[in-house]
């Protein structure tokens, strides 16, 4: 991307990041509420991220009196109200939850399969050991928190680590996940799984 963005625009040019916002519709006064700039949020200078997930876009920006190519950063797949007085929005391209205070006063903590690039300065949940392989989850879908401790989303799998096997029971899967969240030792356990197409454990198609 950085050679494509060169031979278009030249090296001197600055690269343009395309963010997301979280806003609430008022049906009453048919009104937009900004309740988070995510950017505010996660950036992509504390937050440098390598995804192969990322791609240029054309984003319609009032500034730029017109249409103006950026870097898709952010991709935000899903949001949801939280079990916590809090909201949970999903990034596609940074493999994150992050759980927003409901309130609007920022990050209450962050759920990524990268802690060390991602959020490192809110509370971070972390994978126990020896289970973080299995329990990353890549470009995630449809979060939701049935209650605070309790986690679920689709684990949309592209460009796992191992999506370059051969091996159809081992390669690229996508699959629904719940994690049970531990507050105390700030710990996402993965506890339940379902795959599609196959249980890449043991090689059985899901039933």
Known sequence: MGEEWRDAYGDDEPVVFVGDKLVAWDDGTKKLETLYDLFDVLNPVDDAYK??????????CRAADGKEKGVEW???????????????????????VVSLRADGSGAMWVLTAEPDAIGSRYPTFTFPEGQEDRSKFYQPHAVSQPDREHLLL???????????????????????????????????????EFEFPLDSSSGIANE
């Not at 995804?51 to 319609?60: D, K, L, R, V």
């Not at 799998?157 to 969240?181: I, K, M, P």
Request: glycine share 2%.
């Open 51 to 60: 995804s192969e997930a990322y791609a240029f876009i054309e984003a319609q």
């Open 74 to 96: 952010f991709h935000a797949s899903s949001a949801t109200k939280g079990a916590d007085d809090n909201y949970l929005v999903s990034s596609r391209n940074l493999d994150t």
């Open 154 to 192: 689709v684990d949309d799998g592209r460009f796992r680590a191992n999506c370059s096997s051969t091996d159809e029971t081992q390669t690229c899967f996508s699959r629904a996940v719940e994690y049970r969240l531990d507050y105390d030792t700030m710990t996402a356990t993965l506890i339940w």
